[in-house]
């Protein structure tokens, strides 16, 4: 039986923070992730993030953190460290078939969004996503 020799990466988004960041006008998300590997052992490279409402998609911008960056988001002070980047984690050291990564993805998108994702409505979860309707 021929072995896998390509990665099977599964991620899930656990949360999701985002703030406008005054000083250079962007709004600032940050994913808290969890990066499985199913397949083959590989690196994993080339992260890409897309906001997608409606019919309208918009590529964000991949940011990384140079040193520790504190936000500030419903009067509570969040504070993220450059070694929780989920991509820092995984661009050099495989991660092996079977292994996972926990970590922190950063994106910005230019301008003040936050009021426009706030206002967008919250899709209706009480039905279990992926399995077929009875």
Same mark, same amino acid.
């Given at each position: 039986?021929?072995r896998? +020799?390509?990665?099977d990466?599964?991620?899930?988004?656990e949360n999701?923070?985002?703030?406008?960041? /005054?000083?250079?006008?962007?709004?600032?998300? +940050?994913?808290?992730a #969890?990066? +499985?590997?199913?397949?083959?052992?590989?690196?994993?490279?080339?992260?890409?993030?897309?906001? =997608?409402?409606?019919? =309208?998609?918009?590529?964000?911008?991949?940011?990384?953190?140079l040193? &520790?960056?504190?936000?500030?988001?419903?009067?509570?002070e969040?504070?993220f460290?450059p070694? =929780?980047?989920?991509? /820092?984690?995984?661009?050099?050291?495989?991660?092996?078939?079977?292994? /996972?990564? +926990?970590?922190?993805?950063?994106?910005? #998108?230019?301008?003040?969004?936050t009021?426009?994702i706030?206002?967008? &409505?919250v &899709?209706?979860?009480?039905?279990?996503?992926?399995l &077929?309707?009875?």
């Amino acid at each position: 039986m021929p072995r896998d +020799v390509t990665p099977d990466f599964r991620l899930s988004i656990e949360n999701l923070v985002f703030v406008h960041h /005054a000083p250079t006008d962007e709004t600032i998300f +940050v994913f808290s992730a #969890l990066l +499985v590997n199913r397949g083959a052992p590989s690196v994993a490279l080339n992260w890409e993030a897309t906001l =997608a409402v409606g019919d =309208a998609t918009v590529r964000m911008i991949r940011s990384c953190l140079l040193g &520790p960056r504190t936000m500030l988001r419903e009067g509570q002070e969040l504070t993220f460290q450059p070694g =929780a980047d989920l991509s /820092a984690k995984t661009c050099e050291r495989r991660v092996l078939r079977g292994g /996972a990564r +926990v970590g922190r993805l950063f994106f910005k #998108l230019p301008g003040n969004v936050t009021g426009q994702i706030q206002a967008w &409505p919250v &899709p209706d979860r009480s039905e279990p996503r992926g399995l &077929p309707r009875q």
